[in-house]
C-alpha cells in the first residue's frame, strides 16, 4: 500500500481542505477504514463504505494523489486519482472528486459515494468480476474440431435429501446405470451412500449418455447431477486413443488469459453498471497433425477385420502424423498402433538390404541365391511354401521375399550390422512425441550367428511397432529419418539417430516398386505408385500380416495380430487407398 499526495499548481493554503484530505487519503492507502471513515461527516456510513470497497475489489494496496483543490468559504473540493492495485498484478486508475465542508471551523469529508468513484451510487459498491475467456478448440490439419469446450456431468447419490426414498432411488440408478457400469449393486449403494458423509460419488459420464439417463434419474430424490466443464471430442469414433493423450498434452494451452471487470452492485447484489472493463485474451486454437480423411479412411480399414489390427500413416518431408488407427479388438491392449511391438517379419528386409548395400555386399542388382531352404549354422531358414527361384537379382529376391537370400547376408554382417542399420531408419530410437505414447522397435545386437540369420528376415528378437515401421517407410520416401509430430508447435524429443546413405536410399526405392508391380504386393496394383514391402512374421501359434509402404507423401505400415498371410494387411490398406480423395498426397 502507498500513498502519493502531490496537489497541482500553487502551494495550498493552511486554512484551506488539502490538510484534512491527505490525512483521509492517507489513511485510505493503508487500509485504516476506521482513520479515514472519522474525517468524515457520517463516520460509520463512510466506514462501511470504505470497508466494502476494499473487500469486493479484493484490493492489496491503494495510491491516492490529490490533483487540485479548490474552496470559498466553508465548502471544498479535492481532485483526486485512484489507483487500486488488484489481484494477479492488476490495476485500476480513476480520477474522481472529494466533497468538503468545514463544520466549527474545522474541515471534514462531506462523504458520499462519490468519494470513492464519481459513478458510485449510494448503497451500492465494487465488485471484481473474472471474465474467462472461452477454451481455445483442438483441430486436426483440415481445420475440423475435434476437441471443443463441453461438459461432461457427474452423477451423485445423497442419502439425506433422499430420505426414505433412498432404496427406490438406488434400484432406479443402479438400473439405468447398468450400461456404464455392472458394478453398482442397489443394497450395497444405499448402505455405501447412508454411511457417506457427504453425497456418494457414482460415476460421469460424456454428454450423449447424460442425455440418454438424465430423464430417468434427474426427478429422483437425492439423485444430484454436476455439470463439469472440459474438452470433449466433437466425435467419440475419431481416434480415440490419441485424441485422449493430446487432450492431457494441450489442456494448460487452452485457457487463455482471463479477463477482468470492475462493477458496481446494489445492497441486493445485483449489477448496476461496469466501472472498468479489461477484455480476456482467448487461447489460439491448438492444431494436430491428424488429417479427417486419413484418419476415417484407416479407422474404416481396421474396422473390416475382427483380429487386431493396426494403420499408421506418416507424412515423410515434414513428420506429420496423420492417422493412428487401431480396431475395438487392438484396443483392449491400449495404444499398440504406436507402442505394441511384434517381430516384423519379412518387412524388416528393408533393413536388411539397406544394410546390405551400405556394406558393398550387395547392390539391387547384384546376382544372389535364393533357393527353397537353406542351412545356415544351426538353423534351416525355409522361403515360404518352399518356392525356390535359383540365383536372382536382389531386387527379385525382395519383390518375392525370399528368406533364405536375406538370411545369408545377415549371416556375413557383424553383431551390431542390422542395428545400426535399423536406427538410420527410425527403428530403435527413441521419439517423445507430444501427446502420443510411441515405442518404434528394437533390434539387438546379435551374440550369435542363429540371431543374425533370424533377423536378417524379422524374426529372431528384432520387434517393432506399425509406428517403428512406418518411419522406415517414411525414411526410404523422404530420403532422411523424418521427425515424427502430431502437435502444431511442440517439438519432438529424438535420441539415438542415424542418417541414411542418399545412394542405398535409391537403391530401396525401385526394389519396393518392384514388390507392388511384380511382387507379393500385386494386390494393390491400380493404387497409384505405391512402393513397400509385405511381412508374414511367424509367432509361437500363428502368424502376423503385414504391410510397410509409401506412396508419393504418404508412408504407412499396416499390420494384422495373427492375420496370417500378408495379402490380408495388403488388401486392407487398398481398402484405405481407395477411400482417399483422388491422388490423395500422390
Same mark, same amino acid.
Given at each position: 500500500m502507498a500513498l502519493v499526495v502531490t496537489l497541482a499548481g500553487c502551494t495550498p493554503r493552511p486554512d484551506g481542505p488539502e490538510p484534512v484530505a491527505e490525512e483521509f487519503f492517507a489513511a485510505l492507502a493503508t487500509g485504516d477504514t476506521g482513520a479515514a471513515a472519522q474525517l468524515a461527516d457520517r463516520p460509520d456510513p463512510a466506514r462501511a463504505a470504505l470497508n466494502e470497497a476494499w473487500a469486493g475489489l479484493q484490493a492489496t494496496g491503494l495510491d491516492a494523489q490529490i490533483l487540485s483543490s479548490k474552496y470559498a468559504e466553508d465548502t471544498g473540493t479535492i481532485n483526486y486519482r485512484y489507483t487500486w492495485h488488484l489481484p494477479r498484478n492488476r490495476s485500476w486508475t480513476y480520477d474522481g472528486a472529494l466533497n468538503m465542508v468545514r463544520v466549527g471551523g474545522r474541515w471534514e469529508v462531506r462523504w458520499s459515494a462519490t468519494g470513492l468513484h464519481p459513478r458510485l451510487g449510494e448503497n451500492q459498491t465494487f465488485e471484481l468480476r473474472a471474465q474467462t475467456p472461452p477454451r481455445a478448440a483442438v483441430h486436426e490439419r483440415t481445420g475440423t474440431n475435434v476437441l471443443v469446450p463441453g461438459f461432461r456431468y457427474h452423477f451423485a447419490l445423497d442419502a439425506r435429501d433422499a430420505g426414505a426414498q433412498l432404496m427406490p432411488t438406488a434400484r432406479v440408478v443402479a438400473d439405468v446405470?447398468?450400461?456404464?457400469?455392472?458394478?453398482?449393486?442397489?443394497? %450395497?449403494?444405499?448402505?455405501?451412500?447412508?454411511?457417506?458423509?457427504?453425497?456418494?460419488?457414482?460415476?460421469?459420464?460424456?454428454q450423449a449418455d447424460h442425455d440418454a439417463v438424465?430423464?430417468?434419474?434427474?426427478? %429422483?430424490?437425492?439423485?444430484?447431477?454436476?455439470?463439469?466443464? @472440459?474438452l470433449v471430442p466433437t466425435d467419440e469414433e475419431f481416434a480415440p486413443a490419441v485424441i485422449n493423450d493430446v487432450k492431457s498434452s494441450v489442456a494448460d494451452q487452452l485457457d487463455g488469459e482471463p479477463g477482468w471487470r470492475v462493477v458496481t452492485v446494489n445492497q441486493n447484489g445485483?449489477? +448496476? @453498471?461496469? %466501472?472498468?472493463?479489461?477484455?480476456?485474451?482467448?487461447?489460439?486454437?491448438?492444431?494436430?497433425? %491428424?488429417?479427417?480423411? /486419413?484418419?476415417?479412411?484407416?479407422?474404416?480399414? +481396421?474396422?473390416?477385420?475382427? =483380429?487386431?489390427? $493396426?494403420?499408421?500413416?506418416? =507424412?515423410?518431408?515434414? !513428420?506429420?502424423?496423420? *492417422?493412428? *488407427?487401431?480396431n475395438a479388438a487392438a484396443d483392449r491392449d491400449g495404444p499398440v498402433a504406436t507402442m505394441g511391438l511384434y517381430p516384423p517379419g519379412s518387412t524388416f528386409k528393408i533393413v536388411t538390404a539397406a544394410a546390405a548395400m551400405e556394406r558393398d555386399m550387395a547392390t539391387p542388382n547384384t546376382l544372389l541365391g535364393c533357393p527353397g531352404r537353406m542351412d545356415i549354422g544351426h538353423r534351416t531358414v525355409p522361403n515360404y511354401g518352399g518356392f525356390d527361384l535359383g540365383t536372382v537379382p536382389m531386387s527379385r529376391a525382395f519383390a518375392s521375399s525370399c528368406n533364405t537370400t536375406f538370411a545369408e547376408l545377415a549371416s556375413r554382417m557383424p553383431p551390431r550390422g542390422l542395428t545400426q542399420a535399423a536406427s538410420q531408419y527410425g527403428i530403435g530410437p @527413441?521419439? =517423445?512425441?507430444?501427446?502420443?505414447r510411441t515405442v518404434t522397435g528394437s533390434v539387438p545386437p546379435t551374440v550369435n550367428l542363429t540371431e543374425r540369420t533370424e533377423d536378417g528376415f524379422g524374426q529372431g528378437k528384432v520387434v517393432a511397432s506399425p509406428f517403428g515401421m512406418a518411419l522406415a517407410a517414411a525414411t526410404v520416401a523422404a530420403g532422411r529419418t523424418p521427425v515424427p509430430r502430431l502437435i502444431e508447435g511442440r517439438e519432438t524429443e529424438v535420441s539415438g539417430t542415424a542418417e541414411?546413405?542418399?545412394?542405398?536410399?535409391?537403391?530401396?526405392?525401385? $526394389? $519396393?516398386?518392384?514388390? /507392388?508391380?511384380?511382387?507379393? *504386393?500385386?494386390d494393390l496394383? !491400380?493404387?497409384? @505408385?505405391?512402393?513397400? =514391402?509385405?511381412?508374414?512374421?511367424?509367432f509361437a501359434g500363428g502368424s502376423h500380416s503385414w504391410f510397410t509402404g509409401y506412396r508419393g507423401d504418404m508412408a504407412f505400415s499396416a499390420l494384422i495380430v495373427g492375420g496370417g498371410s500378408s495379402e490380408y494387411a495388403v488388401r486392407m490398406l487398398k481398402g484405405m487407398l481407395d477411400a482417399l480423395p483422388p491422388d490423395y498426397q500422390a
Open positions: 446405470l447398468r450400461p456404464f457400469t455392472d458394478v453398482l449393486d442397489p443394497q %450395497l449403494l444405499a448402505e455405501q451412500a447412508s454411511s457417506s458423509d457427504g453425497a456418494l460419488s457414482l460415476i460421469t459420464l460424456r438424465v430423464g430417468a434419474l434427474a426427478p %429422483l430424490p437425492g439423485v444430484v447431477i454436476t455439470p463439469q466443464p @472440459d445485483v449489477d +448496476v @453498471d461496469v %466501472l472498468h472493463e479489461v477484455a480476456g485474451q482467448p487461447a489460439p486454437s491448438v492444431r494436430i497433425t %491428424l488429417d479427417r480423411s /486419413v484418419q476415417n479412411a484407416a479407422q474404416n480399414a +481396421v474396422d473390416t477385420t475382427g =483380429k487386431q489390427a $493396426m494403420i499408421v500413416v506418416l =507424412k515423410p518431408s515434414t !513428420g506429420e502424423i496423420l *492417422a493412428v *488407427a487401431q @527413441d521419439y =517423445k512425441v507430444a501427446g502420443l541414411p546413405s542418399p545412394e542405398v536410399v535409391e537403391g530401396l526405392r525401385p $526394389m $519396393m516398386r518392384l514388390v /507392388v508391380t511384380n511382387g507379393t *504386393a500385386e496394383q !491400380g493404387a497409384g @505408385d505405391v512402393r513397400g =514391402k509385405t511381412g508374414e512374421a511367424e
